[in-house]
Structures are given as structure tokens and as C-alpha cells.
């Protein structure tokens, strides 16, 4: 299972940093990816980094959004600038084992409200 932290109540236009963390290295050469679930939404993929540092960014936070990954520290970031209201949403990272998710975290919260 991987783990999500830094999120946080934020006014727009402010920054945050989210991060990814696991243990026993799964994370290293592994694609990590970023989504997040607005209530009453679907699932909506942000970000996703390959084990190549290869990243994709969604369309709608394109410019704002950035992923990045530390393999000495077993850690993926999202470094999310320029929050908006709709980018409100519990924040979960994920990745691929043998074609399957693993057991979902419990996210981090981003709430940007002035």
C-alpha cells in the first residue's frame, strides 16, 4: 500500500505538495499514478510518472501540475500551483502489481476555498 500526505485547506491561487511514500522500494522502476475523487465524481486520473520519469499530466491541471519522483527516498510528488476550487478533492496515489491496483489509501485531502 502506498501513502499519501500533504494535503491541507489552501486559498486559490496558493501551492501544496503532495506526496507518495512506500516502503521496501516498490515504488523504484514502478509507474505511480496520481488521482483524485471529488464528492460525488468519478475517480479522475491527475498525473502519472513511468519508472523512466516519463510523466503525463491530465489536460485540466496541465501547466499547473507537476510530478516528480525521488527513488533514494521511495517517494513520488505532485507539486500542484495555481489551485482552483475544482481541484477540492481527496487525493490517493496508486500503482500496478501484476496488472492490479493496490489496496487504495486513504488519500490526502486538498481543500482550496478562500
Known amino acids: 500500500q502506498l501513502v499519501e500526505s500533504g494535503g491541507g485547506l489552501v486559498q486559490p491561487g496558493g501551492s501544496l505538495r503532495l506526496s507518495c511514500a512506500a516502503s521496501?522500494?516498490?515504488?523504484?522502476?514502478?509507474?505511480i499514478h496520481w488521482y483524485r475523487q471529488a464528492p460525488g465524481l468519478q475517480l479522475e486520473l491527475v498525473a502519472s510518472?513511468?519508472?523512466?520519469?516519463?510523466?503525463y499530466v491530465a489536460e485540466s491541471v496541465k501547466g499547473r501540475f507537476t510530478i516528480s519522483r525521488d527513488n533514494a527516498k521511495n517517494t513520488v510528488y505532485l507539486q500542484m500551483n495555481r489551485l482552483k476550487p475544482e481541484d477540492t478533492a481527496a487525493y490517493y496515489c496508486?500503482?500496478?502489481?501484476?496488472?492490479?491496483?493496490?489496496?487504495w489509501g486513504r488519500g490526502t485531502q486538498v481543500t482550496v476555498t478562500s
Open positions: 510518472i513511468t519508472g523512466g520519469a516519463i510523466t
Open positions: 521496501g522500494g516498490i515504488i523504484q522502476l514502478s509507474d
Open positions: 496508486n500503482m500496478l502489481q501484476d496488472g492490479t491496483f493496490l489496496q
